[in-house]
């Protein structure tokens, strides 16, 4: 049984009459009568009396009407939903984001789009970068948001892009020696107590990476914590004696507050310093083969966005004298 039997029959039952269903229809006279044909002789059942020129519909017939109706209100009701997905009135947005990201930077960006697309509903996952790469590879998430790099696994089935940086802070909390200063000589990193983050995370990765590039041996570092939250390090830095490498995004109000202090990584080279930074990018990460749906696009297109204002702000910044 096929829709466009049931449109047929229903243009019969209630016209009465094979010819003004198909001039309704605009289709000839015989494509009807071979429809209606199909569907007794599938069925074993008679739907309609030819009475000479008259058609009664049967008991046969008056069921299928009712339950052909239902259908039929169920696919115009498809098809709507699909037009206003594709129009953005209604759909899901899934999106998966590494922690930090999606507890201080992704919030404004997900407010936007709820702003533009009341009816897009918006389901966001947090977890560590390795575990969002991994879900939007398998399609467990639209699009994945983290910092760091990610696995060379997976880099073919992901496409990426720079949408965003954060800076990584050395910190420190009112107890430590580094408090009172300003910068800190590389070398000296080896001469605290360190709260990491475990191996999975995106901020942990640059870190690693950072260190890497000033040619300390991460196994040299004294490791007093590795936990799974930033928000833990913080707090415990905050409250002791330990450094961390913590998202500038998450510690801006603490800064401000002075219950850490971001410290500067300096290499003497020659007679000069030089300052070290830690610049993490912020990606967003799609498959990079399925299919992309409105809702996608319109969240990338927003993203867009505040890449553009970002550049524009630092480009004027740069500019000012």
Not at 142 to 163: F, Y
Not at 183 to 188: F, L, Y
Request: proline residues 2%.
């Amino acid at each position: 049984m096929t829709l466009e039997q049931l449109r047929i029959f229903l243009a019969v039952a209630e016209n009465l009459h094979f010819t003004r269903a198909a001039e309704t229809l605009y289709i000839t006279q015989p494509a009807v009568s071979a429809a209606i044909q199909s569907l007794e002789t599938e069925y074993s059942v008679k739907l309609f009396h030819r009475v000479g020129r008259r058609v009664e519909i049967t008991e046969a017939g008056k069921l299928l009407y009712v339950e052909a109706q239902k259908i039929l209100e169920q696919v115009m009701v498809a098809e709507r939903n699909l037009r206003e997905l594709n129009n953005l009135q209604q759909g899901e947005l899934r999106l998966g984001a590494s922690l930090t990201i999606g507890n201080y930077w992704l919030p404004d960006k997900i407010s936007q789009f709820q702003q533009d697309y009341p009816g897009i509903q918006v389901n966001c996952t947090l977890a560590n970068a390795e575990e969002i790469a991994e879900g939007t590879a398998s399609g467990r998430f639209d699009l994945g948001l983290v910092s760091g790099e990610v696995k060379s696994t997976l880099r073919d089935a992901l496409l990426q892009e720079v949408v965003g940086r954060d800076r990584l802070q050395i910190v420190v909390g009112q107890s430590h020696p580094w408090f009172h200063r300003t910068i800190v000589q590389v070398e000296e990193l080896l001469t605290t107590p360190w709260v990491l983050r475990e191996a999975g995370s995106g901020a942990q990765q640059v870190f690693e990476q950072a260190l890497r590039n000033w040619r300390v041996d991460l196994s040299q570092l004294s490791t007093m914590l590795v936990l799974t939250s930033s928000e833990m390090v913080k707090a415990i830095v905050e409250r002791g004696n330990a450094a961390a490498a913590l998202p500038e995004l998450m510690v801006y109000k603490e800064l401000q507050l002075k219950t850490l202090k971001a410290v500067q990584v300096v290499v003497q080279d020659s007679d000069a310093s030089t300052i070290l930074e830690i610049v993490q990018p912020i990606l967003k990460l799609k498959h990079a083969q399925r299919f992309q749906a409105q809702t996608m696009l319109a969240f990338e297109k927003i993203l867009q966005r505040q890449v553009a204002i970002a550049q524009s702000l630092s480009t004027c910044l740069k500019a000012t004298p």
